[in-house]
Structure formats: C-alpha cells, structure tokens
C-alpha cells in the first residue's frame, strides 16, 4: 500500500493538470475552432461563435427585460447623485 504522502501528491498533481486544461487549453482550443471558422472571412453567413453567443444571452437578457420592465427602477428611473444633476 502507497504512503498517504504519495497519494496526496497524485491527487494534487491530477487537480493541477484538470485545472491547467479546463483554464488554459479547453479556451484556447475554443478559440482556434471558432477562429477556423470561414464565415468570419467571407460575408456568406454568421458564424458559429456569433450564433453560440446569441443563444447563451438571449433568454438572460429577456428575463432581465422582464423583471425591469416590473420594477419601480423602470417607471421612475434609477435615484442616483449623477441623474439628480
């Protein structure tokens, strides 16, 4: 049986890999597939990044729309020292 030490450092080093490739590779890779794409070079269509990003934002911002247009914020205006002046 292994020293509680070693595996301890196994662990660690398992955390550190997992963490270097979730931070730094899984973005990068993600950006050279999005930079690969033609439609950022031709004006044939939209890209694949721009549809991604559409998708993730638009169901955020109409929940937002909503509980703003609810709010007492929305009719009166936010009650700062800059909009007073």
Not at 24 to 40: E, K, Q, Y
Request: net charge positive; charged share 20%; aromatic share 10%.
């Amino acid at each position: 049986m292994k020293r509680p030490a070693a595996i301890i450092g196994i662990v660690n080093t398992l955390v550190v890999i997992g963490f270097a490739v979730w931070c730094f590779l899984l973005p990068g890779t993600l950006m050279l597939w999005d930079l690969s794409d033609a439609r950022w070079r031709q004006p044939v269509g939209i890209p694949r990044a721009v549809w991604r990003v559409h998708k993730n934002l638009t169901s955020r911002y109409e929940r937002w729309a909503r509980e703003r247009i609810a709010s007492v914020i929305a009719v009166t205006g936010p009650q700062t020292l800059y909009h007073l002046l």
